[in-house]
């Protein structure tokens, strides 16, 4: 599965600076950033924060090319607060549309809100992700918080009684998840898991897994 995320998104990051350097000269490049929103925002309601981990570009630059020169630190607490991170959203989503207002429907124009939305969002994602992890930024993109919000209860990481809270899947958790930390309640509730499965993969006790995974292998048990 590491494999696939990660061919995945080795073909994904390439988008980024596609949309950016053509994206100055074309506006209407800015239209693929549109509707990667509509495609993740409707996944999302499914399967949370899915798209962020396996097939956003940014996301993928970050976690596969930013990483060779972050200082990779864990992400502050700064960023997951709750203030912190409605101000980004609040901010951004204001911009946006009054800069949408401000051109009149011309489509050269819309598209190149959308580029220019990318273009500031991944500067900031760069320099924050230099200093500290390399996606910090997801901590508290409005996007990925909107996609969480939208599928906060579903396809949602599951702890068994089988974990010993080694804390092995923390350490390979791109956002700093610590599934261990979960055992209690029997399921990651941070709806901001970006459902990439390293902790799946990770645990030596094999004591994770998705909701939708253990509604099948109950299924099959009632089956068989
Ligand atoms: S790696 Fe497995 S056993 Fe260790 S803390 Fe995580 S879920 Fe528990
Ligand atoms: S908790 Fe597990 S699935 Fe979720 S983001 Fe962290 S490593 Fe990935």
Redesign the pocket.
């Known amino acids: 599965m590491t494999i696939k995320r990660k061919t995945g998104q080795m073909v994904m990051w390439w988008l980024l600076p596609i949309i950016i350097f053509v994206g100055i000269w074309w506006h209407y490049i800015g239209y693929i950033v549109l509707a990667m929103m509509i495609f993740f925002l409707t996944l999302s309601v499914f399967k949370g924060r899915y798209w962020c981990g396996w097939f956003c570009p940014r996301g993928s630059f970050l976690e596969r090319i930013l990483k060779f020169v972050s200082m990779n630190t864990p992400i502050p607490s700064f960023a997951k607060n709750l203030v912190f991170r409605s101000a980004i959203f609040c901010g951004m989503i204001a911009f946006m549309l009054h800069r949408l207002i401000q051109t009149n429907g011309d489509l050269d124009k819309i598209g190149f809100v959308f580029v220019i939305m990318c273009i500031a969002t991944s500067i900031i994602a760069i320099i924050l992700g230099i200093i500290y992890n390399p996606r910090i930024w997801c901590a508290f993109c409005p996007m990925g918080t909107l996609q969480g919000l939208l599928g906060r209860e579903k396809y949602i990481l599951q702890?068994?009684d089988?974990?010993?809270?080694?804390?092995?899947?923390?350490k390979v958790c791109p956002v700093n998840i610590?599934?261990?930390?979960f055992?209690k309640s029997g399921k990651v509730s941070n709806f901001d898991c970006i459902k990439c499965s390293n902790?799946i993969e990770?645990?030596?006790?094999?004591?994770?897994k998705f909701q939708e995974n253990v509604m099948r292998a109950q299924s099959s048990c009632i089956i068989g």
């Open positions: 702890v068994s089988a974990c010993t809270e080694c804390g092995l899947c923390e610590d599934p261990g930390s055992k902790c990770k645990c030596p006790k094999n004591a994770l």
